[in-house]
């Protein structure tokens, strides 16, 4: 069965720092990627996602992913931080083996930036 | 759009009391999902429908929890007994067709069993 490894449980930062965050999941088909945003007391959000084309994806404020099939890997990156980027990040993949559709998650990685 | 709605947002209650969680997944989205997310283990899919239908329940944790979907536009996650473990963070998704698509989560409801 598929699964996510986050390799980071908590990551801090100062503002203007630049940030990768470790995303690698077992499966070696085809895969679909997310990564999605909870800040302190709210949902999950969609951050960005892969299904085909560029690696290289682009998503909402600022980050970026980079999908590398030979290492497993799509990893999340921001290039300068900022204090309001504080939040746990999830990573996902979408398992078509078992029950279609369903996404799986990493176990988070909490960011903590200071001012 | 008003999003994934759920109620309550806040539930503490005792041991042993059954406890009743609500989702409204957003107009048109065929696809619904609960998960629970606490400290130690994460993010956790407890179970999710397609069409109302339960299509894998095999994350619900045991016979204490029990999910329906009696119509598109609503679902209840039950559990009865609750206990102190089931303390967490429950949130429900929904998502339109296909696995393509994204999934919209709601604002969750935090449980706490005393």
């Known amino acids: 069965a598929q699964s996510v490894s986050q390799h980071n449980h908590h990551v801090i930062l100062s503002e203007a720092a630049s940030l990768e965050l470790g995303c690698n999941y077992s499966?070696?088909?085809?895969?679909?990627l997310f990564w999605y945003v909870q800040y302190p007391g709210q949902h999950l959000q969609l951050l960005l996602k892969y299904f085909s084309g560029d690696p290289l994806v682009k998503g909402i404020k600022g980050f970026e992913a980079e999908f590398i099939k030979s290492k497993f890997s799509f990893n999340l990156r921001k290039p300068s931080v900022q204090w309001s980027d504080t939040a746990e990040y999830f990573c996902a993949v979408i398992d078509y083996g078992g029950s279609q559709g369903n996404l799986i998650f990493g176990k988070g990685t909490k960011l903590s930036v200071k001012p | 759009d008003a999003g994934v709605i759920q109620s309550p947002r806040h539930e503490v209650t005792e041991m042993g009391q059954e406890v009743t969680l609500r989702c409204k997944p957003i107009s048109g989205h065929n696809s619904l999902f609960w998960y629970r997310q606490t400290m130690m283990r994460g993010l956790e899919l407890l179970i999710y429908?397609?069409?109302?239908?339960?299509?894998?329940d095999s994350g619900m944790p045991e016979d204490r929890f029990s999910a329906k979907m009696p119509n598109a536009s609503f679902s209840t996650l039950k559990i009865q007994p609750s206990e102190p473990r089931d303390s967490a963070v429950y949130f429900c998704?929904?998502?339109?067709?296909?696995?393509?698509?994204?999934?919209?989560f709601g604002p969750g409801t935090r449980l706490t069993v005393l």
């Open positions: 998704a929904s998502r339109r067709a296909g696995g393509m698509n994204e999934q919209f």
């Open positions: 499966y070696g088909g085809t895969v679909n």
């Open positions: 429908f397609n069409n109302n239908v339960p299509i894998d």
